[in-house]
């Protein structure tokens, strides 16, 4: 980029610190707003696998590799399928030195990105409410409390209900009829063994076939995330009069539905210690493009937010995020970096969303395709070679 231009990036998520991150080391400015006071001032959610075709290429752009390796937990990558009765369908254990997708948590990977860009980058505590377009691609951002800004580029990485979308596009995420309840269970070795036993170091699922299911997750400092999913109605619990903040209610209504559920998976439904979090799950329709649109562009769950089934979103925001600061610090004008970013991501981005949709529907339709884990895992590292050799060919060009 032969000029100064002002880089405003909304969303301090992964995708935005990434974005940020990688700029920075390309000697370009930028500045972070986001509406939470602090990088932990909330539960920032489960644990994310970072594909090595993705989410790690991404992190060696911005020279994180180390930091998250010492942060990661390769062990994470385990997998547990079960019947409803609790009977084993497959399983999967990667090799000691599978680094094909290693977990990590969120809050963690945030805090490490954070810790990873210059001092004052990140506006914390700066809400979004409005952006105007002021002509030859500049836009004014208002924000909440009466701050304002002016940039040449807008980066929209604030996640599904995006404040910068609609000024690219008038899509919306749309209810995929799946709703999760979210279930938290801390010191599991001492307090849950049996949630311990079920979900070992990586995930376990459990379907039945007909729209239900109980998903459990390891993440760090000795807690399991459970998510108990089922195919209803968005307002299914004001249909079937159960206070989402009474734990009891709700407890005796998933041992109703749940009703011949083994045994075994039972405490997922009723012994979580911090309540229940309803999460239905949304999806932009996929594939997504728009047109150019002069100083604005869109990265991870802003641009392609899809269904968790496959585990693409944060690292697509990742790769997403690297990929538009290359660009930026590479071409000539703002324009053709955008151009050239939006291209690639189109590309990528949209399979990848409809493929992910379709795993969500499948799985709660039949339950009856498991993943090959292993395969799965080489298709990551040869994908990840293959992109490093055509980023190194286009590079020599």
Request: charge should be negative.
């Amino acid at each position: 980029m032969k000029t100064t231009p002002r880089i405003a990036v909304i969303g301090a998520g992964p995708a935005g610190l990434m974005c940020a991150r990688v700029l920075q080391l390309r000697g370009v400015d930028v500045a972070v707003y986001d509406a939470d006071a602090s990088v932990d001032a909330r539960d920032a959610g489960g644990t994310l696998d970072l594909h090595a075709d993705s989410g790690q290429i991404a992190l060696e752009d911005a020279g994180l590799m180390e930091a998250f390796t010492e942060l990661a937990r390769p062990e994470g990558q385990a997998h547990l399928r079960l019947d409803q009765h609790g009977a084993v369908l497959a399983s999967f254990v990667p090799d000691g030195d599978d680094d094909a997708a290693p977990e990590i948590d969120r809050g963690r990977l945030r805090a490490m990105l954070a810790a990873h860009v210059a001092p004052g980058t990140v506006r914390w505590g700066h809400k979004l409410v409005r952006a105007v377009a002021v002509g030859e691609g500049g836009h004014r951002l208002e924000f909440a409390g009466g701050a304002a800004v002016e940039a040449d580029l807008v980066i929209g990485a604030d996640g599904a209900w995006s404040r910068v979308r609609p000024l690219v596009s008038d899509a919306v995420p749309r209810y995929s009829g799946v709703s999760l309840l979210e279930v938290r269970f801390d010191d599991v070795e001492r307090r849950h063994p049996r949630i311990t036993e079920l979900v070992g170091d990586g995930h376990m699922f459990a379907n039945n076939g007909n729209g239900q299911a109980i998903i459990g997750q390891r993440n760090g400092h000795g807690v399991v995330r459970g998510y108990v999913g089922m195919r209803a109605p968005l307002d299914w619990h004001t249909a079937a009069g159960v206070d989402l903040g009474d734990a009891a209610a709700v407890r005796g209504f998933l041992l109703e539905e749940f009703s011949g559920w083994a045994e075994r998976l039972l405490p997922f439904l009723i012994d979580s210690d911090h309540g229940y979090t309803n999460r239905p799950l949304h999806a932009l329709p996929a594939p997504l493009a728009w047109e150019r649109t002069p100083g604005v562009t869109l990265l991870g769950d802003a641009a392609h937010l899809m269904s968790p089934f496959g585990g693409h979103g944060a690292n697509l925001a990742m790769l997403d995020a690297a990929e538009l600061a290359r660009a930026i610090a590479e071409e000539p004008t703002l324009d053709a970096a955008v151009t050239r970013y939006e291209t690639a991501m189109f590309a990528r981005s949209g399979p990848l969303a409809v493929g992910a949709n379709q795993a969500l529907e499948r799985f709660f339709a039949s339950g009856s395709h498991i993943p090959d884990h292993a395969a799965e895992h080489q298709r990551y590292k040869e994908a990840a070679a293959d992109y490093r050799r055509r980023q190194g060919a286009s590079a020599a060009e």
